[in-house]
């Protein structure tokens, strides 16, 4: 009798244990998923900023024009992957980068404004 | 990138365009200052001279909007401009009527063996010199000159 008393407190010990660390522990999963997936490039003073920037297959990468001037970005690598609109001040373009490899870019306006994403 | 590609050529990352500009620029405001100087020295000397620079300029600025127009078209595939972009184009359009205007009151001036241009230019001259600089002021900061090297 003693015996399956503990037993049982310990099974509601374990489901209550799993209700209050599961969910926790879930959404912190979904947190880091989420910050996996989207990643910032600022351009600014005629920078793209991180110049080279390193993400997991499936990230979303944005691009947000800090400067007083019309910025485009437009990839250079075989397939032409992504190419933005002219992107005022305070603009964005973002594109989701679905395979492994590496994507130099730049600005067609202003050629000199180079970067690059890898994807791993 | 190959060199006889025409896609290429006017891409390259000196930008034929940003070259070019200078060449109308420099004429129209020297073609302008001779003109001053004829006005006030009265030399034909230095009539002659603004002619020939005006014509320069004229003749000039018909590469700089042939690579401009083909900048736009190849660089930003033609999409619809704003901001800076199209306040730049619309201002280039009206500085090569502007400086194409001056030339032309200059020619007629020769042709009808005339010795005295019109009054009227001046103000047309002026106007035009305003329009090319800020043209050029608005070319030079869309080009990046303030951009860290």
Redesign the interface.
Known sequence: MRRSVSIAGLAVALVLGMGVFGPGQKSFEVRAQQKMETMEVKIDNFTFGPGTLTVPVGTTVTWTNKDDIPHTVVSTDDSKTFKSKVLDTDEKFSFTLSKAGTYPYFCSIHPKMTGKVVVQ | MHPFDIKAVL?A?H?QHVVLIHFPIALFLIGILFDVLARGAKRSMFAAAAYCNLAGAAIATVPVLVTGILAWRF??EG?R?????LQHLVLGCVSTVMIWLVFWIHFRTRRNDSETLPAYRLPIEALGVAVVTLTGHLGG????VN??S
């Not at chain 2, 900061?141 to 990046?144: E, H, I």
């Open positions: 891409l990352k930008a660089a930003l999409q401009l704003k901001g800076i972009l900061f869309l080009s990046g951009a860290p």
